[in-house]
């Protein structure tokens, strides 16, 4: 006597048509990329899930949003989206040299 699983995948092709807008493929890999269209995209609801995913608060009170994967001309849409759809000041930094890794920094709101 054994046991066996069975279990079956629902395809949406409403998420396959998201990973073509989010995914090239490079040599058989998947890369992340930015849409050209991010400004339509990023909404307030998708800023507090990125928030939530890749960003956190720093000693200094700074909010730092991890886009080491992005190449420096996508994190320059994401930082000017940012800017068009919220008003929201933000500086690049350069993570890592070697690997030209980008991180994108948002400073603590100074008081008056």
Known sequence: MYTSYLFELLVNPYFTELH???YIKVNERNIK???LNITKLLTD???????MGDGHLDKEGKIILSTHSFKLAEVVLLKNALFYN???FSNIYCFNK???Q???SIPKKRSL
Do not use: P
């Open 20 to 22: 073509k807008l989010w």
């Open 33 to 35: 990329i930015i849409s």
């Open 45 to 51: 609801v998708n800023l507090a899930y990125w928030l």
């Open 86 to 88: 919220f008003e929201i």
């Open 98 to 100: 070697t690997k030209e």
């Open 102 to 104: 980008y991180i994108l």
